[in-house]
């Protein structure tokens, strides 16, 4: 199975930051696309990021451009979602995948327990 694990998470002041990583065991990430999603309690799973297996970036999600970036450090088979000037609104639970590409959006890993960010005075 193609399975990853989110770490990273925290409570953070608004305006903070955080990097969250995400990191395969079992197989290499350097042929997959990877995104990033968000789910807050009582709202739909969003797609925030995703990166392409040639290191392109995509934004889904208008309310972080500028403030989220993407990255991925194939040599340490591990994507990188740093989180800058943190609102509370992006309070959720921070999950990342395995995907065909960024355009389609296929899911090709199993969804792992995340990592909760909160965002709070």
């Known amino acids: 199975q193609l399975q990853l694990a989110e770490s990273g998470g925290g409570l953070v002041q608004p305006g903070g930051s955080l990097r969250l990583s995400c990191a395969a065991s079992?197989?290499?990430?350097?042929?997959?696309?990877i995104g990033w999603f968000r789910q807050a309690p009582g709202k739909e799973r969003e797609e925030v990021l995703c990166?392409?297996?040639?290191?392109?970036?995509?934004v889904y999600a208008d309310s972080v451009k500028g403030r989220f970036s993407i990255s991925r450090d194939n040599a340490k088979n591990t994507v990188y979602l740093q989180m800058n000037s943190l609102k509370p609104e992006d309070t959720a639970i921070y999950y990342c995948?395995?995907?065909?590409?960024?355009?389609?959006?296929?899911?090709?890993?199993?969804w792992g327990q995340g990592t909760q960010v909160t965002v709070s005075p």
């Open positions: 990166i392409t297996s040639s290191g392109w970036s995509t």
């Open positions: 079992g197989f290499s990430l350097d042929y997959y696309a």
């Open positions: 995948a395995a995907l065909a590409d960024c355009v389609s959006r296929y899911v090709q890993s199993s």
